[in-house]
């Protein structure tokens, strides 16, 4: 998608820890740091494991398969932005029960996003000064597998 059709968003502020997620998009993955002594997914981004409280954290990329957890459908014009109205979506990620990351659901008229449907994750990008920032969306997976 051209930079001139994407919408407004505030994008993050890009720091070692959470800079590979933000960027992998340009390759397309979706990467998050995992713990490399106990491989707890950790997200969002900390510099300790939560669950062993080990420093050995290193991103690695993930299916980019994911399931509609939760959603809701947004009609009001907070601020310039995606044009309404949108879905806001919590997903869950196969790699890890509990990995879940919010987002936009795209590609997908509202009234066929359902709970439970498959989803796979698509990037919109954004030039952010000297950042190239790629957001992770995530989109119907009709592939079947």
């Not at 930079?3 to 992998?24: C, M």
């Not at 014009?77 to 890890?96: D, S």
Request: charge should be negative; aromatic fraction near 8%.
């Amino acid at each position: 998608m051209p930079d001139t059709e994407v919408p407004f968003r505030i994008l993050p502020a890009l720091t070692d820890l959470n800079r590979d997620f933000w960027t992998a998009g340009a390759r397309g993955e979706l990467r998050f740091l995992r713990c490399n002594a106990c491989g707890y997914y950790n997200h969002p981004p900390t510099a300790i494991c939560p669950m062993c409280h080990s420093k050995d954290l290193a991103p690695h990329t993930v299916s980019g398969k994911a399931t509609l957890h939760t959603f809701t459908v947004n009609y009001q014009p907070w601020m310039p932005g995606p044009e309404l109205p949108y879905v806001i979506a919590i997903v869950e990620l196969p790699e890890q029960e509990g990995l879940r990351l919010t987002t936009n659901i795209v590609n997908c008229p509202i009234e066929d996003v359902a709970i439970g449907m498959p989803m796979r994750v698509t990037f919109e990008h954004h030039t952010d000064g000297d950042d190239e920032i790629y957001i992770p969306l995530f989109e119907p997976d009709r592939s079947g597998s």
